[in-house]
């Protein structure tokens, strides 16, 4: 089962992996857990490139195409494989950020996104996707509170922020059967429980 995390920054995807990972050992599965951009040793080289601060120059068509190009490398070399051998893969952000980040944030045309994310993914698409939900601003102030990585894609503009985090609602909208959308305003605990519960759903769905 092929399982993403998604939401805007300062959202606790990150955080809240490894809980999410024990929890699904502890249930008798392998599991794997990635993240994008990365998960590959030339998917990290180009992470570096894409979230210096120092590369303000970057347009967001070189955006699309340095995350793109890592992608390719994740899907072909960690994740299709890791799901031929039956295992579960939790990876921290795929397509939808690049619908959700470049084309809503930057305005680019979505079915142009949608194409070059086919070729990307050669079609692989997740089987359950949990969207961490928290508004723009208190989600970019949990993030500067807790000291953790920021790097040129948060220091856009308030505004850009705000597209994103609409544009997730749009993609969730869009496919109720693929996404659960989760109130990451909430407890630790209370996230952590509610993402179980999703991935477990989703999980029966997949084996009935």
């Known amino acids: 089962m092929f399982i993403t995390l998604e939401g805007p920054e300062g959202s606790g995807k990150t955080s809240q992996l490894p809980a999410l ?48 190009a890592a992608r390719a490398q994740h899907v072909d070399g960690l994740i299709r494989p890791a799901l031929a051998a039956g295992k579960i893969v939790l990876c921290d952000r795929f397509g939808d950020s690049t619908l959700a980040y470049q084309g809503y944030g930057h305005d680019i045309d979505l079915e142009i996104l949608r194409t070059m994310l086919t070729f990307s993914t050669g079609g692989l698409t997740p089987d359950l996707t949990l969207l961490l939900d928290i508004p723009v601003q208190a989600g970019l102030e949990r993030k500067l509170d807790n000291g953790t990585e920021w790097n040129r894609l948060d220091a856009y503009a308030e505004a850009f922020h705000q597209r994103v985090h609409d544009g997730y609602h749009k993609l969730a909208k869009a496919e109720p059967e693929r996404w659960v959308v989760i109130d990451a305003t909430k407890s630790k605990k209370e996230v952590q429980d509610a993402m179980q519960r999703a991935v477990l759903e989703g999980l029966k769905k997949l084996n009935n």
């Open 21 to 68: 990972a024990e929890f699904l050992r502890n249930a008798g599965y392998e599991v794997v857990v990635t993240r994008e951009p990365g998960g590959t040793p030339v998917g990290d080289q180009i992470r570096e490139v894409l979230m210096n601060l120092e590369n303000v120059s970057i347009v967001p068509r070189t955006e699309i195409l340095l995350f793109l």
